[in-house]
């Protein structure tokens, strides 16, 4: 592939626990298992490398364990590493609580990640046919939404820019948002994000009134197993998903995304970039884990 996906996102580090319940407050409570693991913006990556996707990172990161451990997992999958690390601070990290029924509660601590500035992304070079990916996670930063927003209209119009909103898109500011729905040729989020950007519950209307609201782009909307839609202009498409026995549906999204771009860069219309979206999101969800996407071969075995 000549095309590559430029990640503008964040990566940070998870650090997991597995608890009976959440504690009272004040209380406490013994994990029964505990993980540290690469999550943030590296599962979307993680997906699209696998899929043979050239990927680099052009997110910001730090200087000390979780840093460390980060550029690791980036290296180990083959991502390149566009900035050096700060040196400042390091990596920020993620407790994610998981209790016994799976349901997950989050604290973010945020680090280097959270310190992307305007001379960072003038780093990027970019080429006509390249992705740039853009997270909600890093428009909820100051110093990370002025570079951001800085770069949109500097990038080629030929570059297909996907942003995915994120599960905090009501704590953007509004107006952050409307740039960047004016430039996004991929607006790819889930139907819980679809719903509190519209207000509108039916992801089927929801998708609608996004596209509606978009410049010149399209929308994808994931509804679970079921698949997902896709809005482009007057057209919308349902797009079927696969049974699966589900073990973690931790990253299915990730993996989803990661997957579509990886697809439409190899030149698949957007239907079957879809398709092959949601198999992946359904193997992905077979194992335990947040960075569980299968790799092309897999993927491919699968589909047939």
Request: charged letters at 20%; glycine letters at 10%; proline letters at 6%.
């Amino acid at each position: 592939m000549s095309a590559r996906l430029w990640h503008l996102g964040n990566v940070v580090v998870d650090l997991v626990l597995e608890i009976p319940a959440l504690p009272e407050r004040g209380g406490d409570v013994l994990a029964t298992r505990t993980e540290r693991t690469p999550g943030g913006g590296f599962n979307v990556m993680a997906a699209a490398v696998r899929q043979g996707l050239p990927v680099t990172y052009a997110g910001a990161h730090g200087t000390g364990p979780f840093g460390d451990r980060a550029r690791a997992a980036l290296h180990a999958e083959g991502i390149d590493v566009l900035l050096a690390p700060r040196t400042s601070q390091d990596t920020g990290f993620v407790v994610c609580l998981v209790d016994a029924q799976g349901e997950r509660t989050f604290v973010t601590s945020p680090g280097a990640e959270a310190t992307l500035s305007t001379a960072d992304v003038a780093e990027l070079r970019h080429g006509a046919r390249d992705l740039v990916y853009v997270t909600g996670y890093g428009l909820l930063y100051d110093s990370n939404r002025t570079a951001l927003l800085d770069l949109l209209p500097r990038l080629d119009p030929a570059v297909t820019v996907v942003t995915d909103p994120g599960p905090l898109v009501h704590e953007i500011p509004a107006e952050a948002v409307e740039l960047l729905l004016a430039r996004s040729d991929w607006w790819s989020c889930n139907a819980r994000e679809a719903a509190l950007l519209t207000g509108v519950d039916d992801p089927t209307e929801a998708a609608r009134v996004l596209q509606s609201r978009l410049g010149h782009g399209s929308v994808l909307v994931r509804t679970g197993p079921d698949g997902c839609l896709l809005r482009q202009g007057e057209r919308l498409v349902t797009v079927p998903g696969f049974a699966v026995d589900a073990v973690d549906l931790n990253g299915a999204g990730d993996a989803h995304t990661g997957v579509f771009m990886a697809a439409l860069a190899r030149g698949l219309d957007p239907v079957a970039a879809a398709h092959r979206a949601n198999a992946g999101a359904a193997l992905a969800v077979t194992a335990s884990g947040p960075a569980t996407a299968p790799d092309a071969a897999r993927l491919d075995a699968f589909l047939k």
